[in-house]
């Protein structure tokens, strides 16, 4: 019973620090629905589940918010997928990389990925692995992607 | 999170301390992330976040427990500044240990004591209060039941290091020198207490009414000890007990701890001793 108390006590507080983005969401033309918001939040617990982690706090979205929301290629058609599929690449690369990375750094990592030779595929976020991640993001340049800015 | 011991606090409270466990725990978390031991983020691997929670519990634990306090982060100081104080008095223990040590020990023993040196050099009584020291294969006397905190385990180990070096340095220097040589053989020391074996001789001796100057045996003492050990009207265990108890008083050092080490030492011999007596054959217990 307790721990059922303590479960919605979270989710009610990983809903709301995501409604605070409301404003920023609005910026961008983007809106999340309640109905978002609640699936954004399960995924949320699922893909911790998965991943073998545990959050304190209401959770990575809203970082994911503040630095994708300005991004070229979010749409907002298709922007609570999106940020579902970029939290779940979140948590995978958190664990891949034994929590090496700040989620800060990884965050950045991923920003500049997905703005540079993803194109904003989230699917290319989601299927490479770390390694490759930290190279385009760090290393990044590559004679195949030349022409690509987002790595300068 | 299932660690309120239910019999102790109401239902009523359980909710409130579940959370301020959580509370705790999220804390322990930005702390463990700020002292450095990882990079900062949202979220830990459970398995780090179990081992966070255990120390909590350990420390609360040390504390009175969940029960005792209304505001759980009090019982947090409280415990924390116990594990400081428990953290000082071990590190004073092991110079003890390490300043009285024989001038030879065994393999075992060495690695016992470096273990300890690396965990008290490292113990972190504020995030992993309960991990205990590593102490491998050197055998450790009293079983070390489920210590509250890690640091206890350690105050043990220590204690019983402390009593065994009075105990080798009891003994006359010749004899134990006469006593190591035959231990070295056949790589006793890789796994063996030198100190129990030590006793056991001491005992041995007693049990035939001779002296300590010499510690080793010759055959026909092994063969005086079967007929002695095996005689009716009084067991093997009773007679070992007497007389680890005669020879701490022998050499000294009757406190006790002392006497309760020397009667478990003797004892801890027994399986083998049964089955040495009965092939008539006492020349791996007595060397």
Known sequence: MQELSLSKLQLARAKEEIRCCDELNRLYGLTLTEADITELVELRAQALQQTGRVEFGGGILPKLIRAFCRSPYVDKHTYAATLADLQDAFYYFKSESQDLFSDDELIEFMERVFNGVAHGATDVLTTISLEQLCRWARNGFDDRYADEEAFY | ?287
């Open chain 2, 1 to 287: 999170m299932n660690y309120i011991p239910t019999p102790y606090i109401s239902e009523k409270d359980q909710g409130n301390k579940l959370t301020q466990l959580y509370n705790l725990l999220s804390q322990q978390v930005n702390s463990y992330q700020k002292a450095g031991h990882m990079r900062s983020g949202s979220s830990v691997p459970s398995e780090l976040a179990q081992e966070l929670l255990r120390s909590v519990c350990c420390t609360l634990d040390l504390a009175g427990g969940v029960g005792k306090w209304q505001d759980l982060r009090q019982g947090m100081q409280a415990g924390q500044a116990l594990l400081k104080e428990k953290q000082i008095r071990a590190k004073q223990q092991f110079l003890l240990v390490e300043t009285t040590l024989p001038e030879w020990i065994e393999e075992c023993r060495a690695d016992a004591i470096q273990a300890l040196r690396v965990f008290l050099g490292s113990y972190d009584p504020v995030h992993l209060a309960h991990i205990c020291p590593e102490t491998g294969c050197y055998p450790i006397m009293t079983p070390i039941a489920d210590a509250p905190s890690g640091i206890d385990s350690a105050a043990q180990i220590l204690d019983q290091l402390w009593w065994e070096n009075q105990i080798m340095g009891a003994f006359s220097e010749n004899a134990f020198h006469d006593f190591q040589n035959v231990f070295c053989q056949f790589d006793r020391g890789l796994s063996e207490n030198q100190c129990q074996q030590l006793l056991i001789q001491g005992v041995g001796k007693l049990l035939l009414g001779e002296s300590l100057d010499r510690l080793t045996f010759l055959s026909w003492e092994r063969e005086a000890l079967c007929s002695q050990l095996s005689a009716n009207g009084s067991a093997p265990k009773e007679q070992l007990v007497f007389a680890a108890k005669e020879l701490t008083a022998f050499i000294n050092l009757s406190g006790p701890k002392a006497v309760r080490y020397a009667q478990q030492a003797a004892v801890s011999f027994l399986p083998r001793l049964t089955v040495a007596l009965q092939s008539n054959d006492v020349s791996t217990i007595f060397l």
